[in-house]
């Protein structure tokens, strides 16, 4: 057993997972598993910098967490930032600050990288079930890029692209200074081009058509399931692995996209970051099951961030 500490910060969100891994077996072991919204991204898509009050937000995650490590004593730690912190000029305040707090270095992945570890955490358990085909496609919808990644044991072709649920609200749904709501006809008409425009980016890398089972990941997809699902909390148990056929995407899209920020927020499982954002992270989802022709997603809470893990237990 190695007991590990993994961090990834996204555009949206900041989560840790410390574990103790057995390679051997093929064993994750949480110990400690928490995510903050704290928006790194805020703004990037228009200025190319990093906010000074969305640093301070990560930076005060970031020193939580190292209490945490600390407290648990984890003998390996990986720190990967993803899309706004390869997106952003000042991106070395971003990388000081980390390395004061947490000692490690943040490594800025590529796009092809973000979707690699994403498909080892998310397949993992999925590999030795015989009700699901071969090859898997994982898509993780992020805050401003989404990967795509297709193979069975390992992977095959990968592609990330620069549509996520904060960028697409930023660049659409934003008018004045406010976030529409709901938004209008012409709005999620915007963003539905900009995301088939990214569907066919990513289909010149991914055989999009050729995946037997698409499996989601990341906040937008589990909120969507845990909506479908009923739940009067959030459950991650009874999310991971749950099955969610593609007119319940399109029903439960539909219903945010004509929903209040109130409203919305009124939802018994809706993290309240994530209020402002979701209905566009649901878009994003509809239109790659209505491009793929899946009639149903695999939703996995287990992604980039046990990629991340099981990348320190070798």
């Not at 459950?235 to 969610?244: C, L």
Request: aromatic share 4%; glycine share 10%.
């Amino acid at each position: 057993m190695k007991r590990v500490a993994a961090i990834d910060c996204g555009t949206n969100s900041i989560r840790l997972l410390v574990a103790d891994a057995d390679p051997a077996t093929g064993e994750l072991k949480d110990l400690d598993r928490r995510m903050q919204i704290v928006r790194l991204g805020q703004g990037v898509d228009r200025t190319g910098r990093l906010a000074p009050e969305a640093l301070e937000r990560t930076f005060a995650a970031c020193r939580e967490y190292a209490a945490v490590i600390k407290g648990l004593g984890a003998e390996r730690v990986r720190f990967v930032a993803t899309s706004a912190s390869r997106d952003a000029e000042n991106r070395d305040d971003f990388v000081r600050g980390v390395v004061d707090i947490l000692g490690v270095e943040p490594e800025v992945i590529t796009g092809d990288q973000e979707a690699e570890f994403s498909f080892n955490g998310a397949t993992k358990e999925l590999t030795a079930r015989a009700d699901l085909k071969r090859p898997f496609l994982v898509v993780d919808i992020g805050g401003g890029s989404t990967e795509f990644v297709l193979g069975s044991e390992s992977v095959r072709a990968a592609r990330s692209v620069d549509v996520g649920c904060v960028r697409m609200t930023e660049r659409h749904l934003v008018h004045g200074g406010d976030i529409s709501d709901p938004p209008a006809p012409g709005q999620i008409a915007a963003i539905k081009a900009d995301v088939a425009a990214a569907l066919e980016r990513a289909e010149e890398t991914v055989p999009l058509s050729e995946a037997a089972t698409l499996v989601g990941l990341a906040g937008s997809v589990t909120t969507v399931a845990a909506i479908a699902l009923g739940l009067g909390q959030y459950d991650s148990e009874a999310i991971h692995h749950s099955r969610i056929s593609l007119a319940k995407v399109r029903e439960i899209t539909d219903m945010l996209l004509s929903s209040t920020h109130a409203e919305r927020a009124a939802i018994p499982v809706m993290h309240p970051g994530r209020v402002d954002v979701i209905a566009a992270g649901a878009l994003v989802l509809l239109s790659i099951m209505e491009r793929t022709g899946a009639g149903e997603v695999v939703v996995s809470e287990h992604d980039i961030l046990d990629g991340i893990a099981w990348s320190l237990a070798g």
